[in-house]
Structure formats: C-alpha cells, structure tokens
C-alpha cells in the first residue's frame, strides 16, 4: 500500500482525476488493470492472503508500482517465492570511487576488486608488486591465474590453488547458469591453458571465501597470505578480495618494506624471480 501510494497516476501513465481523487497515490483498482490482473486478487495480495501467485505476476506489479531491485525481491520473499538476483541501482553504480579508496587503505597489503566473471576492475600498488598484477596482461583474475608467468614463476603451490581457484568458478557459473558472460570467459581459458581445461572437466565446485597462499617474491622472498572474498550488498555484481598476511610469519614486515620508498626504488613492475 505504501509502495501504491507514492506512484502518482500521470507517473503511471494515467488520468491523475484532480481533485476526484480522495487518496495520494494508485487505486488498488488502477494497479490491477495496469498490471493485468484482477482487482479482488490484487486485494487479497495486498491484504496478505493464501492465494496462488507466479513470478510473472509478481513482476508485473513490481514494474506498476516501480519497485527497486531490492523492494522486488522482498515481495518475492513476502510471496513465499525464490527472490531474483538483486540488480544494481543506478544511484549505486559510482560506488567504484569509494571502493578505490577501500583497497587504497588496506595498503601495505595487496587487494583488488573483480565483476561476477571475475574481469579485473581495480587493485592496489601491494597487488601489483606481489601477484604482479598490471595493465599489459589478460584483465581477468582465472585466466591471468592460469596465463601469467610471473605469477606462476611466484606461486610455489600453484597446482594446489589451481584445484581451488578453478571449483571456485565453478561455484560462481552455477548461480548464473544462463549468462553468456562466464561462458566467454571458460571457452578463453579452455583455449589458453590445458591445465585449466583439465581441471574444469572434474566439475569440481566450492564456494568463493577463504584461500591460502604462498609467493616467493623475487625481492622479500617468501610471503604467506589468505585472500577473503567479500561482497557490498549495493554492487553484488563486484566482489572485494582482500589479503591477509598469516600470523607467525614476517609477511606483514615484508609487505611494509616492499610497499615503501626504498623497496619500491627501481620496481616499476615486479620481475620473475
């Protein structure tokens, strides 16, 4: 009802009656027609009742009333349905400045930010120096993984993370199983590495989270960090990837010298050690 009430009718694309109108807002009646469906159902949806509702339906009323993306998905939740994937709201899709300054902040530490195909969308100098991470390769975060040989030069366990970082994607498709997107990116990495191609056959399925890792950095030598995905409710399309050096070792002192003027002297770019 509150929703119906803030949707004026010339919003709608209706008469707005003047001074007829005894109510601010849509008519339950006017929401029905609007959305195609009857006046006494749409009644009993807005009272709560035990009635039988679809997804189609529920949508048609959502485009009436001009529901956001999270109002849509909790009048699936109220309907008793399985709610859609959340969509961006274009008030939210400059949140990229704030996230910047994010993993700005976590410096000495290395983070970066990727999109649902896991497409590089930012990261910090720490990320660079350590994963080499930069602008001259593939932008994307499985098939650099799997392509770039500074990072597999680093990577001492690489074929272990392999089986993690590959299920982990693995887990991202499936939420998506009809986007093209994460198609595109498998069928690149298929053609670029036979590891990859081999480990995607196994099916093997994990959900995004923690991931430990060593690299030997050809400079401060062994650095052992945990990488966290997380994720901002307003951008589910971005996930944040933070890294942690690992109590009981000297990665965080490391990572404070290597960030710093003197380790820095000379490194534009990391070289394979």
């Given at each position: 009802?509150?929703?119906?009430?803030?949707?004026?009718?010339?919003?709608?694309?209706?008469?707005?009656?003047?001074?007829?109108?005894?109510?601010?807002?849509?008519?339950?009646?006017?929401?029905?027609?609007?959305?195609?469906?009857?006046?006494?159902?749409?009644?009993?949806?807005?009272?709560?009742?035990?009635?039988?509702?679809?997804?189609?339906?529920?949508?048609?009323?959502?485009?009436?009333?001009?529901?956001?993306?999270?109002?849509?998905?909790?009048?699936?939740?109220?309907?008793?349905?399985?709610?859609?994937?959340?969509?961006?709201?274009?008030?939210?899709?400059?949140?990229?400045?704030?996230?910047?300054?994010?993993?700005?902040?976590?410096?000495?530490?290395?983070?970066?930010?990727?999109?649902?195909?896991?497409?590089?969308?930012?990261?910090?100098d720490a990320a660079a120096l350590?994963?080499?991470?930069?602008?001259e390769i593939v932008q994307n975060?499985?098939?650099?993984?799997?392509?770039?040989?500074?990072?597999?030069?680093?990577?001492?366990?690489?074929?272990?993370?392999?089986?993690?970082?590959?299920?982990?994607?693995?887990?991202?498709?499936?939420?998506?199983?009809?986007?093209?997107?994460?198609?595109?990116?498998?069928?690149?990495?298929?053609?670029?590495?036979?590891?990859?191609?081999?480990?995607?056959?196994?099916?093997?399925?994990?959900?995004?989270?923690?991931?430990?890792?060593?690299?030997?950095?050809?400079?401060?030598?062994?650095?052992?960090?945990?990488?966290?995905?997380?994720?901002?409710?307003?951008?589910?399309?971005?996930?944040?990837?933070?890294?942690?050096?690992?109590?009981?070792?000297?990665?965080?002192?490391?990572?404070?010298?290597?960030?710093?003027?003197?380790?820095?002297?000379?490194?534009?770019?990391?070289?394979?050690?």
């Amino acid at each position: 009802m509150s929703r119906r009430a803030r949707i004026s009718p010339t919003q709608a694309g209706l008469p707005d009656g003047g001074a007829r109108r005894r109510t601010p807002g849509l008519r339950r009646e006017e929401v029905a027609v609007l959305a195609g469906v009857g006046v006494s159902w749409y009644q009993w949806l807005e009272q709560g009742r035990d009635i039988t509702v679809s997804s189609q339906v529920l949508d048609s009323v959502s485009r009436v009333l001009k529901l956001t993306s999270a109002e849509r998905r909790h009048l699936y939740v109220l309907a008793g349905l399985n709610p859609p994937a959340l969509e961006v709201a274009p008030g939210d899709r400059d949140m990229c400045d704030g996230l910047k300054r994010l993993i700005e902040a976590w410096m000495p530490f290395p983070a970066h930010i990727m999109d649902a195909y896991w497409n590089t969308v930012l990261y910090n100098d720490a990320a660079a120096l350590v994963f080499g991470m930069r602008p001259e390769i593939v932008q994307n975060c499985l098939i650099a993984f799997f392509t770039d040989p500074i990072y597999k030069a680093r990577s001492p366990y690489w074929q272990d993370v392999a089986c993690e970082v590959v299920a982990q994607f693995r887990a991202a498709c499936s939420d998506s199983p009809e986007d093209e997107g994460f198609q595109v990116v498998v069928e690149q990495a298929r053609e670029l590495s036979p590891e990859f191609a081999a480990l995607w056959k196994r099916r093997d399925i994990r959900p995004g989270g923690q991931l430990k890792k060593q690299m030997e950095h050809p400079v401060v030598g062994a650095l052992y960090v945990e990488s966290t995905q997380l994720r901002v409710p307003a951008r589910p399309d971005l996930a944040i990837v933070l890294h942690t050096p690992l109590p009981g070792t000297d990665t965080a002192e490391k990572l404070e010298w290597l960030t710093s003027p003197e380790g820095r002297r000379g490194l534009m770019y990391p070289v394979a050690g």
